[in-house]
């Protein structure tokens, strides 16, 4: 077999003729669609191949995209950023979390803010990066603020592997891992949202299986695509949604089938759960709290956990969004981000009032760097 | 290991001793060795003068190192406002314990670099700091170089003016990042660090009407198109198909979430140039390897003033920002 190169994970699925005649054929398809179709895209890297290939501009007027709440920096409430950040300022500490985190708004500060204070926040490009400084530093305290949806939970479980039997015992948790399922039910079944069709991220279902959407083509008569984040991935899973409704189906497909079974990572499922449990409530950043929706470490693991270990530094009231800010409603998916007072003009990616104007992954920063008047 | 000490910057003996044991050694020319207190030059006509400094982790990366950069940053510089680089001067500033040997490498690699403009260090000065008050090494250059063509500017681009791209971008920031990172990606991948003053030479020979030159530093090509855009009040339109990115830096943009149109360049130029002197300028470029892959990337027009608007190839399009503080890698 030849060697896997970085270009073969892209390359071909972003082929412009394939492109082009995907978007004809679901104009053509979608001629016979009953209502307006009107997808959610539950994760913000559709939301971002959505906005970054201009693709709502290739489609009919009645596909419309409704962004979901599956960015990890978007749904980060407030009161757990002001965690990150007293954990931050403790003494002797070295605080490492992933990406954009450092730059979301807590209810003071930020930890770009604190970093640029002296305090020692560093970004890891990959979590494992973690154990290394946690090594090189054996008489400070490393406190990896470990966020994401099940996509990068198997990095945190695989961290807390090697942390656990190399016996590293300077570095702690802090975790905020989210759960897909939970929040889509929230959101459905609160009843404001029109929404009849979803695509589901791939990389979620890598590890978990597309199995963990199987309930909801039958609760809510919506049919789920799995779909892959390419441009063309996301057009032939628009196309598998419109065939679905025009043929009055509602099932749960993959379209990201090179990656994705309905088992998933079996082995990955297993580390996960060796060191994380259910969490009975976390409160979503905009939504409100929704129960089950969270990971948290096992009892037997207490010593690591951060929120345990360090529990007299840490803030515990809510602190809600500002007053201007409709993050929530975007994420629940009833508003779009021009839809907000403040959206590009109080509220920038340079100066965010709001988490889903921080992320690159966010539906208000897509939109800030990609639609402006092209919309 | 020879090391530099404190004492290397205390203007005694010892620092005579490194100025004229390594700086002098590799930047001999008849203003520098004089020692005064300033260099005295000539110059004819109109002048142009620019500064930078230069701080880079790892200060060794595929493809150059901090040295290279030094000069060739500021040697670009002077280029983009169509002048020849004539003078530099350069500052270190070194942090205490730096290895001679690395110290040498650096400046042997900057009297290199100078060869290939003709510019001459003509000035310097050496600072050495404790332990931890520089991260190894800065180096700050200055540079004054003489205006051969007029009117070069990033508020003179005309509608209708073509944007060309020296070449594939992107390359800089990814090298950098892979080496801070201790990732192998491939070995193709290096900087596109480089000299550009012999290409800009080649098109003002060729009589090629120029509006704007500009070098796609920190920031990169989304950089430089926004600034153009909003500096001249005119649209920029490119074709996303049209630029060149190789496979090696597609591939670590795919793996961290960053844009090859972000990332930093320091051997990549963009030009605006009219629209009848394009293929004129295209091929003048190619003659030089760095240039090998120059091509026409795009169009000003008046459709949204201030504004860099990206075609892809199955027809959308949207517009590119600039980008924004520093680049993180994605979550997920």
Same mark, same amino acid.
């Given at each position: 077999?030849?060697? $896997? ?38 994760? *913000? ?15 009919? *007027? ?9 960015? #990890? ?80 939970? #198997? ?96 099932? $749960? ?43 948290? $470490? ?32 975007? $994420? ?16 920038? #990616? ?26 | ?5 404190? !004492? ?13 044991? @390594? &700086? ?7 203003? @520098? ?38 000069? +060739? ?29 690395? @110290? ?56 209708? /003016?073509?944007?060309?791209? !020296?070449? /594939?971008?992107?390359? %800089? ?14 070995? /193709? ?21 120029? !509006? ?28 996303? +198909? ?15 979430? &960053? ?17 009848? %002197?394009?293929?004129?300028?295209? !091929?003048?470029?190619?003659? &030089? ?44």
């Amino acid at each position: 077999m030849s060697e $896997l190169k970085l270009k073969d994970l892209y390359d071909g699925f972003r082929d412009p003729a394939t492109i082009r005649m995907l978007a004809a054929q679901i104009g053509e398809e979608a001629k016979a669609l009953h209502e307006p179709l009107r997808i959610m895209e539950v994760c *913000g890297g559709h939301t971002h191949t959505i906005m970054k290939y201009g693709l709502p501009q290739l489609l009919p *007027g009645n596909i419309d995209f409704i962004h979901g709440p599956g960015c #990890p920096v978007c749904i980060m409430p407030k009161e757990r950023i002001d965690h990150a950040i007293a954990l931050a300022r403790m003494e002797d500490t070295i605080l490492v979390t992933l990406g954009d985190m450092i730059r979301v708004p807590g209810s003071q500060s930020s930890l770009a803010v604190e970093r640029a204070a002296g305090r020692d926040i560093r970004p890891l490009y990959t979590p494992m990066d973690a154990l290394k400084i946690a090594k090189e530093n054996p008489d400070k305290r490393v406190v990896f603020f470990a966020i994401g949806f099940e996509t990068t939970t #198997p990095m945190t479980a695989a961290l807390l592997h090697a942390a656990v039997t190399q016996k590293v015992d300077n570095l702690y948790f802090h975790i905020n891992h989210v759960l897909v399922p939970p929040a889509i039910d929230a959101i459905m079944s609160d009843g404001q949202a029109k929404i009849n069709a979803f695509i589901g991220p791939s990389h979620v279902s890598v590890i978990t299986g597309a199995k963990i959407y199987a309930p909801l083509p039958q609760k809510y008569g919506t049919p789920v695509v799995v779909c892959g984040f390419e441009p063309v991935d996301v057009m032939q899973g628009i196309l598998m949604a419109v065939r679905q409704q025009v043929e009055g189906r509602a099932e $749960l497909e993959i379209e990201y089938s090179r990656s994705v079974t309905m088992e998933g990572n079996v082995k990955a499922q297993q580390l996960i759960d060796m060191y994380l449990q259910p969490r009975s409530h976390f409160r979503w950043r905009g939504i409100g709290d929704i129960p089950d929706s969270a990971l948290e $470490l096992r009892e037997e693991f207490a010593y690591l956990d951060a929120e345990k270990v360090f529990a007299e530094v840490l803030p515990t009231e809510p602190i809600d969004d500002h007053k201007l800010c409709i993050c929530g409603t975007i $994420l629940k998916g009833l508003a779009k981000p021009m839809e907000c007072k403040v959206f590009g003009t109080a509220c920038t #990616p340079n100066s965010p009032l709001g988490s889903c104007m921080v992320s690159s992954e966010g539906a208000c920063n897509a939109y800030y760097r990609y639609a402006g008047v092209l919309g | 290991m020879k090391q530099v000490q404190l !004492s290397h910057g205390g203007g005694g003996e010892e620092t005579n001793k490194l100025i004229h044991d @390594l &700086f002098y050694r590799h930047f001999k020319n008849d203003i @520098l060795i004089k020692a005064e207190d300033a260099a005295v030059l000539q110059t004819q006509g109109k002048i142009a003068f620019t500064t930078d400094s230069f701080t880079v982790s790892p200060l060794f990366f595929e493809g150059g190192d901090i040295g290279k950069l030094a000069v +060739a940053g500021t040697v670009n510089d002077l280029s983009m406002m169509g002048a020849k680089p004539l003078y530099l001067s350069s500052a270190f500033m070194i942090e205490e314990g730096f290895a001679f040997e690395e @110290l040498e490498r650096i400046v042997e690699s900057m009297a290199k670099e100078l060869a290939k403009s003709g510019a001459k260090i003509v000035c310097g000065d050496t600072k050495v700091v404790p332990r931890g008050s520089v991260d190894k090494l800065f180096i700050n250059t200055a540079g004054i170089g003489e205006v051969k063509r007029e009117g070069i500017s990033s508020q003179a681009i005309k509608e209708g /003016d073509v944007i060309i791209a !020296s070449r /594939d971008i992107g390359r %800089h920031g990814a090298t950098v990042l892979m080496a801070r990172e201790g990732l192998e990606v491939s070995a /193709d991948l290096g900087s596109d660090c480089e000299t550009l003053w012999p290409a800009v030479e080649a098109l003002l020979a060729e009589n090629i009407s120029v !509006s704007a030159l500009r070098d796609a530093t920190r920031g990169g090509l989304a950089a430089v198109l926004n600034e153009w855009a909003e500096n001249s009040d005119v649209c920029l339109e490119i074709e996303e +198909a049209a630029i060149k990115v190789s496979d090696e830096v597609q591939g670590i943009c795919e793996m961290f979430g &960053f844009e090859a149109t972000d990332l930093a360049n320091e051997g990549t130029f963009v030009a605006a140039v009219a629209p009848m %002197h394009a293929a004129f300028a295209v !091929s003048a470029l190619q003659r &030089f390897g760095f240039c090998r892959d120059a091509a026409v990337i795009g169009r000003a027009t008046t459709q949204y003033p201030g504004k860099v608007v990206l075609h892809s190839a199955f027809g959308s399009r949207r517009f590119l920002d600039l980008p924004k503080g520093e680049l993180l890698p994605r979550i997920c």
